[in-house]
């Protein structure tokens, strides 16, 4: 059990050996744009991605369901999806 446990912790030194990196400001903001801003200024930021017609289509439908959460839990769910992103590595942005 302890060499296993030496392991792991050996495995996640090795791999999140950055875990303070600072999360990539565009991704916070696609977020925070997804959960807060009205469908209609949405979509308008989703083109300029530049993607198929059907994925706007796709992702529009999925915020109409989030916009039936009320403002505050969409708070907690924004701090919820930002705090991961502070171990991902800053190369990936």
Do not use: W
């Not at 050996?17 to 990539?24: D, G, L, Q, S």
Request: one cysteine or more.
């Amino acid at each position: 059990m302890r060499l296993s446990l030496s392991v792991l912790l050996v495995t996640l030194a090795l791999c999140c050996y950055e875990a303070n990196a600072v999360p990539c400001p565009d991704v916070i903001a696609d977020f925070s744009e997804y959960l807060f801003l009205p469908a209609s200024v949405y979509k308008i930021t989703l083109e300029k991605y530049n993607p198929p017609p059907e994925v706007i289509q796709a992702k529009m439908t999925v915020k109409d369901c989030s916009d039936q959460i009320s403002f505050k839990h969409r708070g907690l769910i924004a701090l919820a999806l930002v705090i991961p992103f502070f171990f991902v590595h800053r190369g990936f942005c």
